[in-house]
């Protein structure tokens, strides 16, 4: 029985500075920094990123930390808040799948703000975000699933990442740690009724996670105190947002052996996660067959429960509509080859094609599926042709995830079809091998997006 979750979670952060980082822990944070680039950039040129820019451009004050969104030095909490918003902005941002989280935008964004404010190296910023993705995925373990009926996890759990992953880089001992977590406890927020309908709340929810747990650790730094039963106490956190006070001794019990970071899903779509795995199935099942958008006369998905209750969507009209819907991802998927960048672009919105594909679609929860949510995220895809054959797929996994991973050469093309869009092919290039070689902290980004920016 575990006394006190959040002491020995704190306990746990702080020994990531002084313990030897395992070199395959460090590739997989760099492959997590790699792959959170790859989504701000593209990112950065959109609300509500921008918006926030410029409405708060008059109060940014002197810093060293990068604000992407417009290229200047920045505060540690304005860089955080505006590149953790612009980095969940196109959907393209990692996944724990066990806690049903995005870590990275709310972890990484303050952590580099950090580090670069202090003046750290590389390993200083892989150590912060390794100990901020620990914290944070195993919190989230301990109120989900029951949490996500109504939280957004990344807005909420992503505060925890934020507050370590600061206070690791401003040199909080464990006693801090455990202050900036308590603090964090109180500091969190995200609704899910925020993106069931269009709205631009969705990517300011990790952003507020990363300004907020920044704030408790700059508190925390400064000897500011927080309730240190936040996590588990009859109104703390996991009683306020879950079925329980948390199942703490789940979340914790292999806290010596399995290393959250190295267990990642980096995203192979741009939309949202719970359609992955009826998309692979069905590119699968073209692959296999041969069909074009034009044979299919049906579909029919079978999901668990978030594919349904939040991505069955048969009509829309916006952007942000389009990357939770099955039926409009799918269409994407078979008129254009793939579900990324392009897929949301004005004109595909209304593409004549895809939008003939929408009525073909149509989703149900399936028991066996829901039942083995979030540790499994599968699909059953039943697909008719107009020539009469019919097609069955069970996909018990999705590209991109644990056990189906991007490779590092996929990770690598992923970063340059995102970023070499922005910032052009050889900086991109160069961007990417300082990722995996360099042991300085990112900088600043080439003027051409800054030029962009202004």
């Known amino acids: 029985m575990v006394d006190n979750p959040l002491l020995t979670l704190a306990e746990h952060a702080a020994s990531w500075r002084g313990r030897p980082l395992p070199d395959e822990v460090a590739h997989h944070a760099r492959r997590a920094l790699i792959d959170w680039f790859a989504a701000l950039l593209p990112g ?22 990068i604000c992407y969104v417009d290229g200047q030095p920045s505060p540690l909490r304005h860089a955080a808040l505006l590149n953790a918003t612009a980095s969940h902005t196109v959907e393209f941002d990692d996944i724990f ?13 303050p952590a580099l703000a950090a580090v670069q404010q202090q003046g750290g190296s590389m390993d200083d910023l892989l150590r912060a975000i390794t100990a901020g993705y620990e914290v944070s995925c195993r919190i989230g373990m301990a109120v989900q699933p029951s949490h996500y009926k109504n939280w957004h996890t990344t807005g909420t759990v992503g ?24 603090t964090a406890a109180t500091f969190a927020g995200g609704l899910q009724q925020a993106f069931l309908s269009d709205s631009m709340s969705k990517p300011l929810h990790p952003g507020h996670a990363a300004d907020a747990g920044a704030l408790a650790a700059i508190g925390a730094a400064a ?21 329980d006070a948390g199942k703490w001794d789940k979340a914790l019990a292999d806290l010596d052996s399995r290393v959250c970071i190295t267990e990642m899903t980096f995203k192979n779509h741009g939309c949202c996660g719970h359609i992955f795995a009826a998309l692979d199935a069905v590119r699968d099942l073209q692959v296999e067959h041969g069909f074009t958008a034009t044979e299919v006369a049906r579909i029919r998905v079978g ?13 829309i009209t916006t952007e942000q509509e389009a990357r939770f819907s099955v039926q409009f991802t799918m269409g994407a998927l078979l008129v254009l080859g793939g579900v990324r960048i392009a897929a949301f672009e004005p004109a ?6 895809i939008r003939a594909i929408m009525p073909k679609v149509t989703v149900e929860l399936d028991p066996e599926l829901a039942d083995a949510y979030p540790a499994k995220r599968a699909a059953k895809v039943w697909l008719d042709l107009a020539d009469g ?19 590092d050469a996929e990770l690598g093309e992923k970063f340059r079809e995102l970023c070499a869009p922005v910032i052009g092919a ?22 051409i997006l800054r030029q962009a920016a202004e």
């Open 426 to 447: 050889p900086a991109a290039e160069a961007m990417l091998d300082g990722l995996w070689q360099g042991s300085a902290v990112p900088g600043a980004l080439p003027q």
């Open 348 to 353: 595909n919105l209304v593409n004549r094609a």
């Open 389 to 407: 054959r019919q097609l069955y797929r069970y996909q018990p996994t999705r590209k991109g995830d644990p056990d189906a991973p991007l490779s």
């Open 44 to 65: 950065l040129s959109k609300p509500p990123a921008t918006l926030l820019a410029a409405a708060m451009a008059a109060e940014r004050g002197p810093g060293r930390s």
């Open 223 to 243: 000897g500011v105190t927080g309730a240190l039963d936040a996590l588990h106490g009859p109104k703390g956190f996991a009683a306020a947002t879950s079925e």
């Open 159 to 182: 505060t925890f990442g934020a507050a370590v992953a600061t206070a690791m880089a401003l040199g909080c001992d464990a006693e801090k740690i455990g202050h900036a977590i308590a």
């Open 303 to 315: 999901g668990y429960g978030p594919t349904k209750s939040i991505c069955d969507r048969p009509s």
């Open 97 to 109: 799948r066990d806690a049903g989280y995005h870590p990275g935008c709310p972890t990484i964004a």
